[in-house]
């Protein structure tokens, strides 16, 4: 799916540049992207833009990180970005106020530079403000009025105001317009806290897409403070907090911070009280106010039993299934586990439905992510299929059938799933999965649990995790999950939304 609006005006001049420098022919790009030569010259002419998935896919085969593409500069090119007034970028919003970056070319910026023009309203009706960091405001013509934290200033042409912009703010312009340089500082951005290249690219993806609208069954501190993130991110755009609004505003009080993006969904308190509120989430998705959906202050088991209701539930496609996206340190590349959550074993009494479906929801979700050729490892502790091991059996019935997009293969021990030196030490060099998996999958929840926390805890592995299989992906965080953990989840569920909106013709 391409999209006609080209935000980053210099995407096809940045491809061009990557080809040339790395001898590759613009042909190769139609294979990957699934899309025409005609479509590949748009796309370099800077008529048309890639989709998200596609940006990821470039960044993956061209092996550089998405900033280059959108900039023409790398995560790593911090220490100077020039920008021409040609190269700046004009995003208008509302129908008073119209900004222009200053500084698009460099990436993982802490300070957000902008000049801002300002028209004038018939009333004092705007938007107010809030985000983690400082900002700096300099008034270069006409005169502005701001109200912060409840209290008004009135600035000329020439004066400045510095300010905590965690507090409410609004701006106006007194004259018929103003214009002001204004200076975003971004101390906590969760793009300047992620440890990894991938996940930086996975956060700058979910940027990219139109903000999506989320709802939250009964939110608590810690879910409402993983969607603040995100919103402060330019992630996520109307918040449908489902739950007994008193008690919602009274115990999260100093969470409810961007009331502008909320919507309160009362429900009384009642014996039914937890079925209820996934009831009212429920009925938000279908009628399709909500991309997804995301678990607060209630049991999982409660939750996904309203879900799955066949009659009343959700719209699934297949099984659930959890996928974890994962950045391991020695990868230049996202390795995908499944399923280390949900489903208790790949092959329950020997059906091969179930292990299809939690496969092919990994492959949708490593198709979301920009992974093509996607190679599909099923895990056991030995590649030798026997008897004594019947799951081994099956994965080997697995490995004839034909998938779509994706070679899938078992049984792989793991380290012949993701070492090369492993398997040219085995002899398994013309194994089209072998050393080279992105998509690992478990034969029992045990394996996948001790992968996944193994991963995330031992080696700090950086993980975003989307539950796949119903109309809209599902975020089902743990207590024991890191704030960045929380925020990747929703940066993923979100990409994934995106591109099930795509896929299904909603675009």
């Known amino acids: 799916m391409l999209r006609s609006m080209n935000k980053y005006g210099n995407i096809g001049k940045n491809i061009t540049e990557i080809l040339v420098s790395k001898n590759i022919d613009k042909s190769e790009l139609s294979k990957l992207l699934g899309i025409t030569d005609d479509e590949i ?26 900033p280059t593409i959108l900039f023409g500069e790398s995560y790593e090119d911090k220490k100077v970005a ?55 405001i300099y008034v270069m013509e006409g005169k502005i009025r701001m109200v912060i934290d409840g209290k008004e200033y009135l600035l000329d042409a020439g004066d400045t105001i510095y300010f905590d912009s965690s ?37 700058q993806a979910a ?49 409810l911070i ?27 998705i279908k009628e399709g106010k909500v991309d997804f959906i995301m678990k607060g202050n209630i049991n999982t088991a409660i939750m996904l039993k309203e879900i799955l209701n066949k009659k009343t539930g959700i719209p699934s496609m297949r099984r659930l ?14 390795i995908l586990l499944t399923d280390p959550a949900i489903n208790t074993e790949l092959f329950p009494g020997g059906n091969l439905d179930l292990s299809k ?39 080997q019935e697995l490995s004839k059938l034909k998938w779509e997009d994706a070679v899938v293969y078992g049984p792989l021990s793991y380290d012949l799933a993701l070492y090369p030196d492993a398997v040219e030490k085995k002899g398994l060099k013309d194994n089209p999965v072998a050393g080279n998996a992105d998509i690992l999958v478990v034969p029992h929840i045990e394996a996948g649990n001790f992968l996944y926390k193994s991963w995330a805890m031992t080696m700090g592995a950086d993980v975003a995790n989307v539950v796949v299989g119903a109309k809209v992906p599902i975020v089902i965080t743990s207590r024991s999950d890191s704030d960045m953990v929380k925020f990747l989840t929703i940066c993923a569920n979100a990409i994934f939304a995106n591109y099930l909106s795509i896929k299904n013709g909603n675009d």
Do not use: W
């Open 321 to 334: 299934s959890l996928v974890s996206i994962f950045e391991l340190y020695d990868r230049e590349k996202f």
């Open 207 to 255: 940027k990219i897409i139109n903000p999506q609208n989320i709802v939250v069954i009964n939110p608590d501190k810690s879910s409402l403070d993983a969607v603040n993130k995100a919103i402060a991110e330019g992630i996520i755009n109307k918040v449908y907090l489902v739950g007994n609004k008193k008690k919602l505003e009274k115990d999260l009080s100093d969470y």
């Open 357 to 395: 479906d939690i496969i092919n929801n990994a492959i949708d979700v490593a198709k979301a992510i920009g992974i093509s050729d996607i190679k599909v490892a099923l895990l056991e502790a030995n590649e030798i299929p026997t008897e004594k091991i019947p799951s081994t059996i099956l994965d």
């Open 167 to 203: 507090l409410k703010h609004k701006i106006e312009s007194i004259t018929d317009k103003s214009k002001i340089f204004a200076a975003l500082y971004y101390g906590s951005s969760m793009l300047l806290k992620t440890k990894g290249k991938k996940m930086k690219d996975l956060i």
């Open 41 to 66: 010259d748009a796309i370099l002419k800077n008529e048309i833009q890639p989709s998200v998935s596609q940006l990821l896919k470039l960044s993956a085969f061209l092996s550089v990180d998405i």
């Open 258 to 284: 961007f009331q502008k993006h909320y919507v309160y969904e009362h429900i009384d308190d009642s014996e039914t009280y937890f079925q209820d509120c996934t009831k009212k989430g429920i009925e938000l």
């Open 82 to 136: 020039k920008t021409t007034p040609e190269e700046r970028i004009v995003v208008k919003r509302k129908d008073y106020l119209v900004y222009e970056s200053l500084a698009p070319k460099y990436s993982s910026k802490a300070i957000e530079p902008f000049v801002v023009d300002i028209y004038k309203t018939k009333d004092y009706n705007v938007d107010e403000s809030v985000h983690n960091g400082e900002e700096f």
